[in-house]
């Protein structure tokens, strides 16, 4: 796909702004980070409904602090500030439930969008979106920052690892950055409540993760390296791997999707 297929127009902040619901959406210009943005008003006393979202993100982290640039107006950065009225048990249920909102969103347009355990949204082996939430301490209690990124209008030289797609890439057109915010943001507000129901979130989850039932390798935060199946998702939202050393249960770890080969 060639540059002059992927026109990028702006967001339309005024259309954002004007959203119904729970959301209220600012655009700025470029920054560094926008989750650094709403924790800094999260700890100001900000209520949850802020959305930041920007045209050109320059510093955004992810998971493992690793931190990425794309180029400005092609892809989709946004963070939104929640504060569930859930029992902390259930707080690792949030990035899960917030990657089925995203998942939903795009499924129309990509039927074969699926979700990577713990913060992937992926086309095939390829990621399109990946979703990152901190939990932080305020004045009016706890809060989730939700981070989230989504490769729209990038092509394969904007990309900035072999196993990316974009939307673009994927349908071979560009596609309206502001209708996937306002579809985004109206999955997640008609998920949210699901929060309250962990099994609920467990099941849907499972319906779209491509990680069960496939071969993982999992790093572990010490160092460790484990491989076996993927079997479930359990209850508080941890991935249980079938090992040869036994069923591991993994809350936190990067895996990966080990590629079938050739006989």
């Keep these: 796909m060639s540059d002059a297929l992927a026109p990028r127009p702006p967001l339309d902040a005024e259309r954002l702004a004007a959203l119904p619901g729970p959301w209220r959406v600012e655009v700025v210009d470029a920054t560094p980070s926008t989750n650094a943005i709403v924790v800094e008003r999260a700890r100001a006393g900000e209520e949850a ?3 930041v979202t920007t045209e050109h ?4 982290r992810g998971r493992l602090d690793r931190v990425w640039e794309t180029p400005r107006g092609v892809a989709l950065t946004f963070s939104v500030l929640l504060r569930p009225d859930v029992p902390a048990a259930q707080w690792p249920l949030l990035p899960l439930l ?5 998942q939903a969103a795009l499924a129309d347009r990509v039927p074969e969008v699926a979700l990577k355990w713990p913060n992937d949204v992926l086309v095939g082996d390829h990621k399109i979106a990946g979703i990152l939430v901190e939990r932080i301490e305020t004045p009016g209690g706890p809060a989730a920052v939700v981070g989230v990124g989504i490769n729209v209008n990038q092509t394969m030289h ?4 072999a196993l990316a797609t974009s939307l673009a890439l994927e349908l071979g057109e560009s596609f309206d950055r502001t209708d ?13 409540p699901l929060l309250e129901a962990p099994d609920a979130v467990r099941v849907a989850y499972l319906d ?3 990680t069960i039932g496939r071969e993982v390798e999992v790093h572990l935060p010490g160092g460790d390296v484990r491989r076996g199946e993927a079997i479930g998702i359990d209850a508080h939202g941890a991935l249980v791997v079938s090992s040869a050393d036994g069923t591991l249960t993994v809350g936190a770890g990067d895996v990966i999707h080990v590629r079938a080969t050739a006989d």
């Design 49 to 51: 409904g802020l959305v």
């Design 57 to 60: 993100q320059t510093a955004g």
């Design 180 to 192: 996937l915010l306002v579809h985004v943001l109206g999955a997640l507000n008609g998920l949210l």
């Design 158 to 161: 904007d990309l900035p690892v």
């Design 208 to 210: 779209a993760c491509s």
């Design 98 to 102: 917030v990657g089925y909102a995203v």
